[in-house]
């Protein structure tokens, strides 16, 4: 397969951004981002989803009436009754390509096409053959996966099933019933005011000297560091892997999607994208550390 | 009516599991001595002729063992997670505790009449993860992730038919297990992969302006001044700024202990306890497990429970109910 024929997906937005905001980012994705599937739908707090739902059927048909594919992703942390049902109702609309972040959500869509997300630990062969079995049509692999994992992952892996790998953004390193952001502002979740939307890049959490660490974001607790898998792109294609994954972050999207194609496409080099990336986000630091099988917070150059 | 609840209690050595029998113990879990565990500290665990000799011991004294192969096997290298599978059942232990889902499928294909438990490095938290272990797998037991309150417990126990262990004391995992990359993102070495957080081999202590900080990789965890105890750098224990406020924001260092709730949890439907800990010694271990042997038959018969007794055993002398309490969220 030719560079020319990877293709693109964009990750769900994590961050709690007002309806309006979250609307006409997906708009401008879709009229504008040179992405091929587009994935959309609350992945962090259950809470947070009533808000979107007056917007998101506009959002789907934008994004499909711009040629996108639309992927549904669900929840990535189950607990409540309501919670469940929300995933539950979802896989009950056979329409559209469901996302599957929790075993719930595999267990719900066994027997028909979807897609595995990121959240869903495929560490190995036996387990990506599993829920093949079970009707995974393309796999997310997991961000920590390091680059000879990846390579064993995709070396006989059934032709029907795309392997797909994340290469731009905050890192979801973890997941919690609790909300830091709320008891960050000494709220229960229960009672949280939505505080985390106040911070549409996540809240940024710093060591006692003054390090940038992590980043949080209700529930989730995220990478400070930005992954870019730029100088990889090459490698990952020759392991077999055709599809990367860009996680929104609170900036121009539209350019980042550019960036990645035009790199793709061989119209750009590597190094020119993580120019343009540092241009674009001066204060934020890359990392690439997990792929390379060491700390996961390190951005190695090429050839170190 | 209160079913008694069981007591699966840490045997991190050989010696910590004939503590635990003694105690009072119903069950020991364990893991072989390498990767395929998610407690792989260095001196930790068993090796093939110790499990075996530790299986007869327990055997002997009516107590159940467990095995813990808890991790993710790594891609292109299955062959040690298969091998502990294949050795749990040629050596005879009563179950093993499993998380992969290729390696479960490996144990039920393999070795059908080995009994399999989900580990809480699985993470099913809700009814239709459980039910898709069961079903695909036929899991007899499921340990609950510590994200879940005592009312979701209840209600999730109403529509399942397997049994669930959820944990008692010890140390807590504030993110949902199985699915936090914290520590390997700062040392490179990972829970779901080699078994261990925050592992001493990155742990570096020093000093700054009178102040010792703690690290963990390049990181400072913490930063004691000199009339404070210098804690170890689990990394979600920490203290860190946000927002220009310094605390600890995940996770205050301390233990879970569920001892003045035991009649709650079996009401709840609960079959067993969790005693967290095989990195501990056997004077710890034969301590917790006492109290809760004690604890455990008093509530049984609808006797009161003792239940500060444990406390100059937790971390940082502070205990919590963790998420089985609505308001640790």
Known sequence: MSAANCKLSLGPVMFNWSPEKWRDFYFRIADEAAVDSVCVGEVVCSKRQPFFDPVIGDVIERLQRSGKEVVLSTLALIMSQRESNMVRDLAADGGYLIEANDISAVSLLSGRDHVIGPFVNVYNEGTRDFLIGRGARRICLPFELPADSIAAIANGCDQQTELEVQVFGRLP???????????????????????????????????????????????????RSCRVLGGELTDLQNMGIHRFRLSPMDTDMVAITRGFRNVLDGEDDPEALRRDLHELMPAISFSNGFFHGVEGSVYRERGE | MNRKLELVCPAGNPAALRAAVEAGADTVYLGFRDETNARNFPGLNFSRPELRHGVGYAHDNNVKVLLAINTYPTAGHQSPWRQAVDDAAEIGVDAVILADIGLCDYATRTHPGLRRHLSVQASASNVESIRFYVE????????????????????????????????????????????????????????????????????????????????LGEFTINAFSDNEPAGYPTLCKGRFKADGTTSYLFEEPTSLNVLDMLPELAEAGVSALKIEGRQRGKAYVSQVVAAFRKAVDAASQGQPVESAVLMDLSEGGRETAGAYDKEWR
């Open chain 1, 173 to 223: 390193l973890a997941i919690s019933a609790r909300c830091y952001h709320a008891r960050s502002y000494e709220l229960s979740k229960d009672s949280c005011q939505f505080v985390c939307a106040e911070d549409p890049d996540g809240m940024a959490v710093d060591t006692l000297d003054g390090t940038p660490f992590l980043n949080v974001n209700g529930t989730q607790t995220l990478s």
């Open chain 2, 136 to 215: 695909a797998f036929d899991v007899k037991r499921v340990v609950l992730p510590r994200v879940l309150t005592l009312p979701e417990i209840t209600a999730l126990n109403a529509k399942i038919d397997v049994e669930t262990e959820v944990f008692a004391f010890g140390g807590l995992c504030v993110m949902a297990e199985g699915r936090c990359s914290l520590s390997s993102y700062v040392t490179g070495i990972s829970p779901n992969k080699e078994g261990v957080c925050s592992p001493a081999s990155h742990v570096r202590y020093e000093d700054q302006d009178g102040r010792l900080l703690s690290k």
